[in-house]
């Protein structure tokens, strides 16, 4: 089963334009990451928040993390063309095995 | 630096035949994975190694076989080959197995006919 399920599954938006995606988890966590993923390539990641951060920033992208929630957003800010790819949220346990959602397929539109 | 590498691109298999997936590592990584992709489904665990020598299984790890003789490789072996088996793989490095970012490598496309 999977870990973390991403929300909404599919986001369409104008170049200039700021995304947001979402991702829930269901067990406690250690760290929960982003990866990009364009279309036939493998995935790139993009930032890694740990358990005890709230808030985490890197160029354009924000993520946040609310734990008593077990919930993970990424904004992108002004998005470009190039962002145009899907996004996978993944959260590693106790155990520390990466376990991936199912993702999020950002289409930007020029 | 190569990054990780993975032989070969693309492959067919027809139902029952073996094969095995390359991959490797020059970052000195301790921990590799091995994940496959289905449409809609995201990634799923097959095998990881967080070291030489040593393999665990993940999400899915029937049908497939790993191990780990050297850092640098860590091959996925399909023992019979199955219809259900037809997805992406992707195989996994980082430094150790948690908080740490993995740096994946470019996947091999098996379709098993």
């Known amino acids: 089963s999977q870990q973390g399920e991403e929300d909404p599954q599919a986001l369409s938006i104008q170049e200039g334009e700021n995304a947001t995606m979402n991702c829930s988890y269901k067990?406690?966590?250690?760290?929960l990451q982003w990866y990009r993923q364009n279309s036939g390539r493998g995935l790139v990641h993009l930032i890694l928040i740990r358990s005890n951060e709230r808030e985490k920033h890197s160029g354009r992208l924000r993520v946040t993390l609310d734990t008593s929630k077990k919930s993970s957003s990424l904004l992108i800010t002004a998005s470009r063309a190039a962002d145009t790819a899907s996004y996978f949220c993944a959260t590693d346990d106790s155990s520390y095995k990466l376990i991936f959602g199912s993702g999020t397929r950002l289409l930007v539109r020029p | 630096n190569a990054g990780v590498t993975q032989t070969p691109k693309f492959q067919v298999l027809k139902t029952g035949q073996s094969m095995t997936l390359q991959c490797a590592q020059d970052m000195n990584h301790e921990y590799m994975s091995w994940y496959r992709q289905d449409p809609g489904m995201g990634l799923r665990l097959i095998h990881y190694?967080?070291?030489?020598?040593?393999?665990d299984q993940g999400e899915v790890p029937n049908g497939y076989n790993v191990s780990r003789s050297t850092t640098e490789d860590f091959p996925l072996r399909l023992l019979s080959a199955a219809p259900s088996q037809t997805s992406v793989y992707f195989c996994?490095?980082?430094?150790?197995?948690?908080?740490?970012?993995?740096?994946f490598g470019p996947g091999t496309r098996l379709t098993v006919t």
């Open positions: 067990t406690s966590i250690n760290n």
């Open positions: 190694s967080v070291g030489a020598g040593i393999t």
């Open positions: 996994a490095s980082s430094h150790r197995q948690g908080g740490n970012e993995q740096y």
